[in-house]
């Protein structure tokens, strides 16, 4: 068993040399899937332009915004939001809530920076809910830094949730987010690469080599950190 132990740090260590001291911060993640977002900008264009991406609500999207973290998600995602509005110049529109009687969200409509409604047909858009899928993405890395693996895994299945919502709503999102997610049965490239760690042998190895090359170079990049991520907690 001390073996073992002594592998596993050493396998750690060669890891942690390969992506430095800070393998899974979220702010690495988060960097990363902007720029995969940036190489896919065409396919997430097209989800845009669907409709439905204009107001996405329902019962289920309400429960997991209720919940602690769902709220956590909504507040970083409005930031994150306007940020990013703001470094593409475009106008800013920030989602308003309120928690009702009973303790749940309550969506109340859009207003401008200076307290104006926003014009009819803004709501929770595709772009809004990418942002609170993004924030869950965070939440889940950083519990998992720190051991928290069931808290972890109640926020991860909030955000499978979520997705297969928004996917419901407007399927050209989950194409968007990876022409090789059904191959890994994963929907993103980190995911992918933490699904192929655990599950190598149903895999072929050349099938596998072929759905990557579809990935973004920033894909890969996910990939392979969810990959060696899930190396170095075996």
Known sequence: ??????????????????????LNPATITENLQRAARTANKTAYDLADANP?????????LQNILSTDFGQKAVKSAIAKSRNEALEAGE?????????????????????????????????LRLKFWDQVKRSLDDEITSLKRTGMNNEARIVDNARRKLLANLDSEVPEYAKARSGAAEFFGQEDA?????????????????DARKAMEGLSKPEKELFSRGYAGELVTR
């Not at 439905?52 to 289920?60: L, P, R, T």
């Not at 928690?99 to 047909?121: E, H, S, V």
């Not at 980190?190 to 599950?199: A, D, I, Q």
């Open 91 to 123: 106008e800013v529109l920030e989602q308003t809530f309120r928690i009702d009687g009973n303790g749940r969200l309550q969506f109340t409509g859009a207003k401008t920076p200076d307290g104006k409604n926003a014009p009819d047909g803004f709501g």
């Open 190 to 206: 980190l995911e992918m690469g933490k699904n192929y760690f655990k599950n190598m042998d149903s895999f072929a190895v050349a």
């Open 52 to 60: 439905k991406a204009a107001h996405i609500w329902n019962s289920e």
């Open 1 to 22: 068993a001390a073996r073992q132990t002594r592998q596993g740090e050493r396998v750690t260590e060669q890891v942690s040399d390969m992506y430095g001291d800070t």
